[in-house]
C-alpha cells in the first residue's frame, strides 16, 4: 500500500526495538510501547496513541517491519482528512447523532471516535488488525464505545445510515473500488461523508464540499506542515 503524503521517513535508521508483533495478543502491546498518549492541534477532545518522530516505529525500514509482522503503521498517525472529519462531526453532531454509522478505514479510530461522542451508533472498520486494536484502545481512553471489523466491507451493503470515509483516496486501484461502493450505497439513501486534503485520486464530481480546515502535520508525513483537508458530502452526479 502507498502512502498518503510524501511518506514516513524511514531512511537511514537501522537499530529497532521492535519484536515480532504478528499474533492478536501481541497487537496492544505492540502499540503501547511504539507511540505515546497525544491529542491533535485540530481536535484536542480527543486522545490518541499515536507515533512521536523519536520512537522506533518511525524509523523501522520496509525489512524491519516485515520481520516484526507489522504493516506500514497508518493507524499511528491522525491523518489531516480524519483529522478534518472528526472536528467537522464534534462542531456538527446532528450530523450523526442516533444514526447507525460506518467508519471506513479507520486508522487511530479518530473520527469513530468523533462520531460515538456525537451520540452516532459506530462500526469502525479496519482491514488492518493494528488499526483495528488500535481504535478499541483509543475509543477505550476516549471512555466512548464502538463496534469494530477487519472485514473488507467494500462491495458489501449495510444498514448504515452513515458511512465515514477518512484520506483513503490516496492509491489508485483502492479509490475506485471505493468511490463505485460509494456511490451504490448513496444511490440507496446512505449519507456518504469524506475528509481529504486533495489526495489524488478523490472524486472530482458529485461531491459536495461542506467546510475546509487548516490541518497542522508534519514534514515526516507529508510534502507540507499544514494540509488544507476538506469535508465532503456526496451528491447526485
Ligand atoms: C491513510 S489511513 C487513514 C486512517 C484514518 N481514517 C485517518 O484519517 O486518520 C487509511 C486506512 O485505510 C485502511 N484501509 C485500506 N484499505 C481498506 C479497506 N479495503 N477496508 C478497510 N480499511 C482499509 C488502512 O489500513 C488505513 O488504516
Redesign the pocket.
Request: net charge negative.
Given at each position: 500500500?502507498h502512502?498518503?503524503g510524501a511518506g514516513v521517513n524511514t531512511a537511514g535508521v537501522n537499530n529497532t526495538v521492535v519484536k515480532d508483533a504478528s499474533e492478536n495478543n501481541d497487537r496492544a502491546a505492540f502499540i503501547a510501547a511504539n507511540t505515546e498518549i497525544q491529542s491533535t492541534k485540530l481536535v484536542p477532545e480527543i486522545r490518541l496513541r499515536l507515533a512521536s518522530e523519536n520512537m522506533a516505529i518511525w524509523r523501522m525500514n520496509d525489512e524491519q517491519r516485515e520481520a516484526a509482522g507489522v504493516?506500514?503503521p497508518?493507524?499511528a498517525?491522525?491523518?489531516?482528512?480524519?483529522?478534518a472529519?472528526a472536528r467537522y462531526i464534534l462542531d456538527h453532531p446532528s450530523t450523526v447523532a442516533g444514526r447507525k454509522l460506518l467508519?471506513?478505514?479507520?486508522?487511530?479510530?479518530?473520527?469513530a471516535i468523533a462520531a460515538a461522542m456525537a451520540g452516532a451508533e459506530v462500526v469502525a472498520?479496519?482491514?488492518?488488525p493494528f488499526?483495528i486494536a488500535a481504535t478499541e484502545m483509543n475509543a477505550a481512553l476516549n471512555g466512548v464505545g464502538l463496534s469494530v471489523t477487519?472485514d473488507?466491507?467494500?462491495g458489501q451493503t449495510g444498514n448504515w445510515d452513515v458511512v465515514m470515509?477518512?484520506?483513503?483516496f490516496?492509491e489508485q486501484p483502492?479509490a475506485e473500488?471505493?468511490e463505485a461502493w460509494l456511490r451504490g450505497l448513496h444511490r440507496r439513501g446512505g449519507e456518504i461523508l469524506i475528509?481529504d486534503p486533495q489526495r489524488t485520486y478523490l472524486p472530482r464530481a458529485g461531491l459536495e464540499k461542506l467546510t475546509t480546515y487548516a490541518v497542522p502535520t508534519t514534514t515526516a508525513l507529508e510534502d507540507s506542515d499544514l494540509r488544507n483537508a476538506s469535508v465532503w458530502r456526496m451528491v447526485d452526479g
Open positions: 500500500m502512502r498518503p504493516p506500514l497508518f493507524w498517525f491522525a491523518w489531516a482528512g480524519g483529522q472529519l467508519d471506513m478505514g479507520a486508522g487511530s479510530g479518530l473520527e472498520a479496519d482491514t488492518d488499526a477487519s473488507d466491507l467494500i470515509v477518512g484520506d483513503l490516496f483502492l473500488h471505493l475528509g
